[in-house]
Each structure stands twice: as structure tokens, then as C-alpha cells.
């Protein structure tokens, strides 16, 4: 509901300064279609607050409202009626009708969409109807330099202000895009890239080795016992372990080498143009990195790391048989004692 009520607001302000500008400028064109008819006082009243009062009134109903959004839409409601209303009142004028009644359908459609369009119409057409039963059925084909001259300024600006409110709703949608993108290939518990995101960066390294014959490694980083870790200490603590790992994975390496959470507790690395030597001295970093942790709660937890590496080979068919030499490095780590780092021999390499 707060959400919800936030949006509603955001949407009233995007609307609120081109309300004002376009109020405002429409007065003036709206007033030189009327001066000529000798209208009665009231009408500049009601012109003037609707020129100048009615922008800071409709936001701040839309503001009090539990409701903005709905609050809003009927508020540019009211704005086509009254469109609709002062056509009918300067009796047609050609240049002030089309400039008043287009500008209000285009701030509707931009709002809006064709719900609102049609919406908006029909309250032009209630306000046309309104204006003819107290000021009769009359059209005025004339135009005088004064109105087009006053016209001007609602066929300039308020195009300008609606263009800018949509470019900047615009810039905001593409950040939001953008970061929903980072989200969805981003682990929510320690920030580095999920399964899939990964994944798909290991094919891509896979065929960049591949056409330019480049040399890149693949680490598998498993934490040992941490099934046990959860069960003696609680999940709360092997969350903090796992965290701990993806800070020590960001400080030891660069932008271009790549770390993702393949999933529970293992963690995979991409050490693109780092040769197997510097690799292993790399994850060995990070092993001692591991078992120099303690969490302030449980001062007896010790943390330690099995990691296998393989370097991309001319005779891999494709990622997979990749990925698999480096499982088999992990497993080959674990099964020799763990804490330590096991790399996967040049012949393990498919043919």
C-alpha cells in the first residue's frame, strides 16, 4: 500500500510543473480568444484560477490523498473539461481550440495511454456541452495577430516541459532496468555473480581462449565440513562464512577475473590470462586468507577451503569438459586432506 501510495506521488509531481507551465501560458491564449467577446467578469475569475491557483491545488489534492494516483488522473480530468469548457466559451476560435485542446490530449496520452485519451475526450466533450448551455451555440472563424501571438508561447513550452518530464522518466525507467538486470544475475546473500550468470561468462571465456588461443584458469572453491559449520553453529554463522569468502574473493581479485556462488557453499572463479603458477599462488592467498578468520561470536570456528584448478586446454570440446577437470582438481583436494589447493594435470584434458 506505501509503495504504492509512493508511486502515486512520484507520478503527481512529474505532472505538477507542466500543469503550471502549461496553465499558466494557456491563460494567455485562452485570454486573447476571449477578450473580443466582452465575457462577463466571473469568466476572468474562473480563468485565473484556473491559470494560476488551480496547478498548486490540484497537487496538494493529490498529495492529502490516500490515493495519489487515482487523485491525479481525475485532476487531469478536470483539465480536459475545462479545455473543453473555454473551447465552447471563445466559441471556437480555430488557433486557441486546436492549441488548447491537443496540447491537454498529448499531456493525456503521454500520461496515460489510450485509457486516458479516451477518458479525457469524453470530459472535453462534457466541458464543450457545459460552455454551449450557458453561453449558446457560436463559432468564431477569426483570428487576430494578438492571439496567434499568444498562442505561441503554449506551442512552444509546454511541448518543452512534457519533453523533459518524459525524458527524465525515461532515464529513470533505463536505471531501473538496469539495475533490476544486476539483480537478477547477482547472489542476494554475498553479491557476487549467481549460477547462471556465471555460467554464461564461463562459455563466453571459453570461446575467447578458443579463437585467440589465450590462456585462462578455472577455480573451484568449496568450504570444508560446512555442512557441519551450519549444524553445530547454526545458519546464521555459516551465512557469515560464506559472506566472509565473497570479501576475501573481492579484494584478492581484479575486475577482470570473475566470482560467482555456483551454489551452497561452492564458489567458482574465472582467472582470465593468469597462468596456472600465479593462479595457484592467487588461491592460496585466498586459503590462508580463510583460515585466518574468526567470527567475533564463535572464536573456536575454524574455516578452511578446498580448491581445484584447471587451465583451459586446446582439447576441450567445449566449457563443460573444462569445468569438469576443475571439479575433478576440487574433489582430488578434498579427498587428500582438504585446506589446500589441488590442480588438474595436463592430460586429464579430453581428446
Known sequence: MENNRDKGLSFARRIYLPRIIGLGVGFFCVGAALYPLNMPGWIWALLLFNGFAWPHLAYQISKRSPFPYQAERRNMLYDSLCGGFWAASFQFNPLATVTILSMMTMNNVAAGGQRLFVFGALAQLVGVLLGWSMFGFKFSLTMTQAQVWACLPMLTLYPLALGMVCYRLAIKLSQHKRALSALSRTDSLTGLLNHGAWKDLLHLKFQQCRQHNTQATLALIDIDHFKVINDSYGH????????????????????????????????????????????????????????????????????????????????????????????????????????????????????
Open 236 to 351: 546464521i554463522v555459516g551465512d557469515a562464512a560464506l559472506r566472509q569468502l565473497s570479501q576475501e574473493l573481492k579484494r584478492v581479485l581484479d575486475e577482470y577475473e570473475l566470482a560467482g556462488r555456483y551454489g551452497g557453499d561452492e564458489f567458482c572463479v574465472i582467472l582470465p590470462t593468469l597462468p596456472l603458477a600465479k593462479a595457484e599462488v592467487l588461491m592460496e592467498q585466498l586459503r590462508e586468507a580463510l583460515e585466518q578468520y574468526r567470527h567475533p561470536d564463535v572464536p573456536d570456528l575454524r574455516v578452511s577451503l578446498s580448491i581445484g584448478l584447471a587451465r583451459y586446454q586446446a582439447g576441450y570440446k567445449d566449457a563443460v569438459d573444462w569445468l569438469e577437470d576443475a571439479d575433478k582438481a576440487l574433489y582430488t583436494a578434498k579427498h587428500t586432506g582438504r585446506n589446500t589447493v589441488s590442480v588438474a594435470l595436463a592430460h586429464d584434458a579430453r581428446v
